[in-house]
């Protein structure tokens, strides 16, 4: 009998995974071949895809094995269970108004909006009709994030007063934004350059980990000017509600990010690369235990929509990271500090 029960619950699995259709919103993102490929591993059906550009609808529903649909009859198609919007994010809005009629659940690749009043605009969108919301910040679910945020919740550092952070790669050296994914280089497309970009990232593992900002101020620079108008690097300052100040760094310009975020307070400090290091009161510097990543951004959408429990992130924390981007990019542009309460 046990063989005979591992049989059906493998079919009811398989079975499962096909009954899953995603229908993609928009294939711009250059997360999307990633995404896709996740998707066809775990053997999820395509319930269709759409997006303006009619050439690259077809190459990626031939690809998914699908059809190419319109966003309109696949937010009726009663067999869709779940939309990913992979669109430029000028268009998050206006796709998401057509969407959230369904009530089913709704991946959209960070940021969120194109700029805060957008992405406040589409939260409401999905607080009000009750939408499963998720959105690409994977870092969330690394076993080292994790246990940094477990230690500053259990207050190992005692009062936190420094933290350092940065998302950086060489994107722009290598010319990652030359062709098929462009429009991130466009500011006009993105609402943000490289600081917007890959800073999201970490500023949400901020936000997460040590609370809400009351202030922000940042510089913006062109780097290698390799894409006119879009900043290819930039820094934050942040002063947190609890009294820490931290700082952000993210680039499309660097060789390598070999430490992700530093942590000081007054009992313990830390830094989080490849490990994560943790010192007590006595200054000892050790490899700390960390436990299991867990799925995190599309994994945990695709989790969630199989019926497995999934951490995600809410609306609310979206809408709220871009608000604190959003405001960083209006600092550095004015040159001056930005409130957040």
């Given at each position: 009998?046990?063989?005979?029960?591992?049989?059906?619950?493998?079919?009811?699995?398989q079975?499962?995974?096909?009954?899953?259709?995603?229908?993609w919103?928009?294939?711009?993102?250059?997360?999307?071949?990633?995404?896709?490929?996740?998707?066809?591993?775990?053997?999820l059906?395509?319930?269709g895809?759409?997006?303006?550009?009619?050439?690259?609808?077809?190459?990626?529903?031939?690809?998914?094995?699908?059809?190419?649909?319109?966003v309109?009859?696949m937010?009726?198609?009663?067999?869709?269970s779940?939309?990913?919007?992979?669109?430029?994010?000028?268009?998050?809005?206006?796709?998401?108004?057509?969407?959230?009629?369904?009530g089913?659940?709704?991946?959209?690749?960070?940021?969120?909006?194109?700029?805060?009043?957008?992405?406040?605009?589409?939260?409401?969108?999905?607080?009000?009709?009750?939408?499963?919301?998720?959105?690409?910040?994977?870092?969330r679910?690394l076993?080292?994030?994790?246990?940094?945020k477990?230690?500053?919740d259990a207050?190992?550092?005692?009062?936190?007063?420094?933290?350092?952070?940065?998302?950086?790669?060489?994107?722009?050296?290598?010319?990652?934004?030359?062709s098929?994914?462009?429009?991130?280089?466009?500011?006009?497309?993105?609402?943000?350059?490289?600081?917007?970009?890959?800073?999201t990232?970490?500023?949400d593992?901020?936000?997460?980990i040590?609370?809400?900002v009351?202030?922000?101020?940042g510089?913006?620079?062109?780097?290698?000017?390799?894409?006119?108008g879009?900043?290819?690097?930039?820094?934050?300052?942040?002063?947190f509600?609890?009294?820490?100040?931290?700082?952000?760094?993210?680039?499309w310009?660097d060789?390598?990010?070999?430490?992700?975020?530093?942590?000081?307070?007054?009992?313990?400090?830390?830094?989080?690369?490849?490990?994560?290091?943790?010192?007590?009161?006595?200054?000892?510097?050790?490899?700390?235990?960390?436990?299991?990543?867990?799925?995190?951004?599309?994994?945990?959408?695709?989790?969630?929509?199989?019926?497995?429990?999934?951490?995600?992130?809410?609306?609310?924390?979206a809408?709220?990271?871009?608000?604190?981007m959003?405001?960083?990019?209006?600092?550095?542009?004015?040159?001056?500090?930005?409130?957040?309460?």
């Open positions: 009998m046990t063989g005979v029960r591992a049989k059906n619950s493998i079919a009811f699995s079975t499962l995974r096909m009954a899953t259709k995603l229908a919103i928009g294939t711009a993102h250059i997360h999307t071949p990633g995404f896709a490929g996740e998707a066809l591993k775990r053997g059906g395509c319930a895809v759409w997006d303006h550009d009619a050439a690259r609808a077809k190459k990626n529903a031939e690809n998914l094995g699908g059809q190419v649909r319109s309109q009859d937010a009726r198609d009663a067999e869709v779940g939309f990913v919007v992979c669109s430029e994010t000028v268009h998050h809005l206006e796709i998401v108004g057509q969407l959230v009629g369904a089913k659940p709704v991946y959209i690749e960070k940021p969120m909006g194109f700029n805060a009043k957008q992405s406040r605009e589409i939260q409401k969108l999905l607080d009000d009709h009750r939408i499963v919301f998720q959105t690409g910040y994977f870092s679910g076993a080292t994030v994790r246990a940094l477990q230690k500053v207050g190992f550092f005692g009062q936190i007063t420094r933290i350092r952070a940065s998302n950086c790669h060489s994107g722009a050296l290598g010319g990652w934004f030359d098929d994914w462009r429009w991130m280089a466009d500011r006009k497309q993105s609402g943000v350059g490289a600081f917007g970009d890959l800073g990232h970490v500023l593992l901020l936000l997460w040590f609370g809400p009351t202030a922000v101020t510089a913006l620079a062109m780097g290698t000017k390799r894409y006119p879009c900043d290819e690097l930039g820094e934050a300052i942040l002063r509600k609890d009294g820490a100040i931290g700082t952000l760094a993210a680039s310009d060789l390598a990010d070999p430490t992700r975020m530093i942590v000081t307070g007054t009992k313990g400090y830390a830094t989080l690369g490849g490990d994560l290091m943790l010192a007590g009161a006595n200054g000892e510097f050790s490899k700390a235990d960390v436990g299991e990543s867990v799925p995190a951004g599309f994994n945990a959408f695709l989790d969630y929509l199989g019926g497995t429990p999934a951490e995600l992130v809410k609306a609310q924390e809408a709220y990271c871009d608000t604190v959003d405001a960083i990019y209006t600092s550095a542009e004015a040159e001056k500090w930005v409130s957040l309460e």
